[in-house]
């Protein structure tokens, strides 16, 4: 039986520098039929905020390309999906964050 889906999105950006929110749907690569829809939202403005959010598009879009259909688990291919993505974000925040200055290296 075939499933025709109509999508669209709408975003506001409201007072913000920039639009940190993103959204997608994402065929699969080999499996007609399969997709997966992502709402990655932003940080509210936080500094990078939009690199969060790509992040967890480009992580979704890795694992469903891997997603190996109905031999796996959609619901562990999620987590997985989400794990990763907050696991690179994570890393990403400490690599770019500055050297935190108000704790002084002190020598006795």
Avoid: W
């Amino acid at each position: 039986m075939a499933i025709a889906i109509d999508a669209c999105a709408a975003q506001h950006q409201g007072d913000r520098k920039e639009q940190q929110d993103r959204v997608v749907i994402l065929p699969h690569a080999r499996r007609r039929g399969v997709a997966l829809a992502v709402v990655a939202d932003g940080m509210g403005g936080h500094t990078g905020g939009a690199l969060a959010a790509e992040q967890v598009i480009h992580t979704a879009k890795t694992n469903l390309d891997h997603f190996a259909g109905p031999d796996e688990c959609p619901k562990r291919m999620l987590e997985n999906s989400m794990r990763e993505a907050h696991t690179m974000i994570k890393a990403s925040r400490f690599m770019n964050e500055p050297k935190n200055l108000s704790y002084p290296t002190r020598f006795a």
